[in-house]
């Protein structure tokens, strides 16, 4: 966003991320044995229209080419990383590893969180996949503070993930948001303290460390969207907006429920 933030962009930008965490909110308490991914996207569709606000993601086309995001949320189960294209094909079931992703325009100012839920039981391995990618992202926002560097972040993720011998997704990163999805600066999760941009008060950041249980590596289906990790073991996606503050960063991303 720009680095003069006013109160109004201020305001404009925690009401789209309210409302982004409301819709994945609601999107959790659905996803469920049976269900379809497509279901969960057309509840968040309704859940949008009703709060006044669109997705950012629908027909989202930033290479210019002939196929835009077709769905207004990504739903990535199990191997699926990142943007995952939600189908009535799909039906969720016991075990499966479900990463929610909801971005808000609400006002012309983006919100944007993830989540990623476990159904039913499965092995300690992927539970401590999920729990780790969590405890990454709280790691990382405890140290996004006014004074300290994108680097301080990108070091929290990584020295924590590292010891956990889990796989640090390099082909996405977080990144700033305010009247666009994506701005400046990127936030990689993984990379050298005290480095990158200085954290000034007012910055709004997008932190979504995305974590594999074996490899990192990454390659795309068909659709040209969905991200998935190539040894075709699970991942887990966890994201905050936060704001920096002159104290400790301020989430954005808390559902009204």
Avoid at 23 to 45: F, I
Avoid at 147 to 176: M, T
Avoid at 245 to 257: F, N, Q, V, Y
């Amino acid at each position: 966003m720009s680095p003069h933030p006013t109160p109004a962009s201020l305001q404009g930008i925690r009401q789209a991320c309210r409302i982004a965490a409301t819709v994945l909110h609601r999107m959790v308490e659905a996803t469920a044995v049976g269900v379809t991914t497509y279901d969960l996207d057309q509840l968040a569709k309704r859940e949008l229209a009703a709060l006044g606000a669109r997705s950012a993601c629908f027909n989202y086309n930033p290479r210019g080419s002939l196929n835009p995001y077709p769905a207004y949320t990504c739903i990535s189960v199990n191997e699926a990383v990142v943007h995952g294209i939600p189908s009535l094909q799909q039906v969720l079931q016991e075990g499966d590893v479900v990463s929610l992703d909801v971005v808000v325009d609400y006002q012309g100012w983006i919100g944007d969180n993830a989540t990623t839920v476990v159904l039913g039981s499965v092995p300690s391995s992927v539970q401590n996949l999920v729990d780790a990618t969590r405890e990454a992202l709280n790691r990382a926002i405890a140290v996004a503070r006014c004074g300290n560097r994108v680097g301080d972040i990108s070091h929290a993720v990584e020295s924590y993930l590292r010891k956990q011998r889990l796989g640090i997704v390099r082909d996405f990163v977080g990144h700033g948001v305010g009247a666009s999805m994506h701005e400046e600066p990127q936030i990689p999760n993984f990379g050298r303290a005290r480095t990158g941009a200085l954290l000034k008060p007012g910055m709004a950041l997008a932190i979504e460390p995305m974590v594999t249980l074996g490899s990192p590596k990454l390659e795309f289906l068909e659709d040209g969207w969905t991200a998935v990790t190539r040894d075709r073991k699970p991942a887990a996606h966890f994201e905050h907006t936060v704001l920096i503050t002159e104290g400790e960063a301020e989430i954005l991303t808390i559902p009204e429920i």
